[in-house]
């Protein structure tokens, strides 16, 4: 099993930044991938960002430019840097992991919630 477990989020203002970590424990040597989901109130819940071993990464268009994801693989942790932020990023922010695929992630932190005022 492996667990995640998230910190960073908060209440900003339209235009800031916040920076999200996430950290890994348990059978970590198994995952190659690691992602931030978010999920708006009333929304599905999306993927944000992915990052694999190699350290290739994916962003979904609306935060190109703007976020900025990575990893330590030393430290088992994963980072959402987040710039520029605006109202529509607002959501519940999960950080998630999976040995082999990023899009049905098998395991997932607890959320993190991310506010963003006009």
């Known amino acids: 099993q492996v667990q995640l477990v998230e910190s960073g989020g908060g209440l900003v203002q339209a235009g800031g930044s916040l920076r999200l970590s996430c950290a890994a424990s348990g059978r970590t040597f198994s995952i190659n991938y690691m992602a931030w989901y978010r999920q708006a109130p009333g929304e599905q819940r999306d993927l944000v960002a992915a990052?694999?071993?190699?350290?290739?990464?994916y962003y979904t268009d609306s935060v190109k430019g703007r976020f900025t994801i990575s990893r330590d693989n030393a430290k088992k942790m994963v980072y959402l840097e987040m710039n520029s932020l605006k109202p529509e990023d607002t959501a519940v922010y999960y950080c998630?992991?999976?040995?082999?695929?990023?899009?049905?992630?098998?395991?997932w932190g607890q959320g993190t919630q991310v506010t963003v005022s006009s």
């Open positions: 990052i694999g071993r190699g350290d290739s990464t």
């Open positions: 998630a992991a999976d040995p082999v695929q990023i899009s049905t992630p098998s395991y």
